[in-house]
């Protein structure tokens, strides 16, 4: 079993470039979120979707976009990178039942 | 505010034993989980709890005080591969994790 991929592994990204994170699982949990990882701070919501065919804000949503056409999928789209979003990207699942949440590998992101 | 505080940095010997502790303000309070993450990697799961006391789990065991805003890791034996970052996190009301920045746990030998 996968689990949660992620591609990326990593990007160089040109500010005012538009860039998208993919995001997979393959354990058919309902509920998605993605996050931002920065030095010194917590993981901090981005998006997030209970099930598929909605989503809503996290704690800091502005310059992203997320859909959730599937189960298993939750891409995090970058509509014009700026440099503070210069970050690393967890995309995570979580079990229904127990609420544990399992994520994928990252996606470490530099925009310039 | 919403506010999860532990210190940013400890330092234990090999086969020691370590605590390591996790204070918390939420808007309501639906669990708190531990999550190990190794440098360059993902978090991964290593307890949940929700009710006060002791839950246990091998080497690691993890305590609640819901009256306190309260929580510690405990790790015992330690090994060299115990180094890593401990983030504390804590399901609030609307039932939102809320994270701590981590604890840089340094074992040395």
């Known amino acids: 079993t996968a689990g949660i991929t992620q591609a990326p592994t990593s990007q160089i990204l040109a500010a005012g470039r538009s860039m998208t994170l993919r995001c997979t699982q393959d354990?058919?949990?309902?509920?998605m979120y993605w996050y931002r990882q920065d030095l010194g701070l917590g993981l901090r919501l981005i998006h997030y979707s209970n099930t598929a065919g909605t989503t809503g804000k996290g704690e800091v949503p502005d310059g992203y976009s997320v859909s959730r056409a599937n189960t298993d999928d939750f891409p995090l789209t970058l509509a014009s990178a700026v440099p503070s979003q210069t970050s690393v990207y967890f995309c995570?699942?979580?079990?229904?039942?127990?609420?544990?949440?399992?994520f994928g590998p990252g996606t470490r992101l530099t925009v310039l | 505010g919403q506010n999860i505080d532990q210190p940013t940095e400890m330092t234990a010997t090999e086969g020691a034993i370590v605590q390591i502790n996790c204070t918390y303000q939420?808007?309501?309070?639906?669990?708190l989980f531990w999550y190990q993450q190794h440098a360059g990697e993902a978090p991964t799961f290593l307890s949940y709890?929700?009710l006060d006391g002791l839950e246990e789990k091998g080497r690691f065991s993890s305590f609640l005080s819901r009256s306190k805003g309260y929580s510690y890791l405990l790790l015992k034996e330690l090994q060299m591969k115990d180094s890593a970052s401990y983030l504390c996190?804590?399901?609030?009301?609307?039932?939102?994790?809320?994270w701590g920045a981590g604890t840089k746990l340094i074992i040395k030998p």
């Open positions: 709890n929700v």
């Open positions: 939420t808007s309501g309070f639906n669990g």
């Open positions: 354990m058919r949990h309902n509920a």
């Open positions: 995570a699942s979580s079990d229904d039942d127990t609420d544990t949440q399992y």
């Open positions: 996190a804590v399901r609030d009301s609307n039932y939102q994790l809320i």
